[in-house]
């Protein structure tokens, strides 16, 4: 027979629960930051255990309340289908996170800081700074595209802005670092007739044709796309883009280092994010 409770549980010794509270702790690569830690939130003393491992991360920062995803359809001869990308809400996320297992995604909002010259103690706990052993940049912010206004011939060139990425230097702990494409998923839908592909063709301002038909389907692959994600590394020769070059990126590293002898350089990779399969 297999017991689905455990009524001695509150009379084992206080050492004993708190290693099985530890016990639940998941070791997986989860993208930070990560939706709440339901765990923290059974009872008072298993609040108090985890948060031995669980320790401060993100500081309370004004964010969007809006969704970080969006949808993108598409139409061919005979197919269709409707396809979802981000990360998942940007509110409400934990504040918490596992140094040793979790992923930082220095996304966007962050990123953008970065750019604008702010420390990265506005949006991160000094002890999370000291102590996080892996991160995660997008490819698009690794090597974006380059772009600028028009220069004039003879002009001089503008002044050279900072590289973001110098804040990996901030790091005191890194280990990893993840260059990724962010997750997707796609659903398979009913194709349009031909009069409907005429109207999509024609339709103005970037609107779907019908979109209240989209809706429900939308729903469905919502439902699908898991709020937490996991950080699965692979292999770069599977990833082709016009834009990027692994091998530039672990070069830029070795640079840095020789640069400052003191800085431990993180081990470069290549990963995929996925939406988390068990949810």
């Not at 509110?91 to 992923?103: E, F, M, Q």
């Not at 063709?201 to 919502?222: I, N, Q, S, T």
Request: hydrophobic share 40%; aromatic share 8%; charged share 25%.
């Amino acid at each position: 027979m297999q017991l689905t409770t455990f009524p001695l549980f509150p009379n084992l010794p206080t050492e004993l629960r708190d290693k099985i509270w530890l016990h639940t702790i998941d070791q997986r690569s989860h993208v930070l930051p990560r939706p709440p830690i339901t765990e923290l939130a059974v009872c008072h003393e298993a609040r108090k255990a985890l948060l031995t491992v669980y320790r401060p991360c993100f500081r309370p920062v004004p964010r969007s309340r809006k969704d970080d995803i969006e949808f993108s359809v598409g139409t061919g001869l005979g197919s269709r289908w409707v396809e979802i990308q981000g990360m998942g809400k940007r509110s409400p996320r934990s504040p918490y996170a596992n140094y040793d297992t979790d992923v930082l995604h220095l996304c966007w909002a962050i990123w953008y800081g970065i750019k604008q010259g702010e420390p990265l103690h506005k949006f991160l706990f000094p002890e999370a700074i000291e102590n996080i052993h892996h991160v995660l940049i997008s490819l698009h912010a690794w090597a974006p595209r380059r772009r600028g206004p028009i220069r004039l011939a003879g002009a001089p060139p503008p002044p050279p802005k900072p590289d973001p990425r110098l804040v990996l230097t901030c790091f005191g702990a890194l280990k990893t670092l993840s260059l990724a494409t962010g997750p997707t998923l796609r659903l398979r839908i009913a194709p349009l007739d031909d009069l409907l592909m005429h109207n999509q063709r024609e339709a103005r301002m970037g609107r779907e044709p019908e979109d209240g038909v989209l809706k429900r389907d939308k729903a469905a692959l919502r439902s699908r796309f898991a709020e937490g994600k996991i950080l699965i590394p692979a292999q770069p020769a599977n990833f082709a883009n016009p834009y990027f070059k692994f091998e530039h990126a672990k070069q830029w590293i070795d640079r840095l280092a020789e640069e400052l002898p003191g800085w431990g350089a993180p081990v470069v990779q290549y990963a995929t994010i996925i939406p988390d399969p068990q949810g």
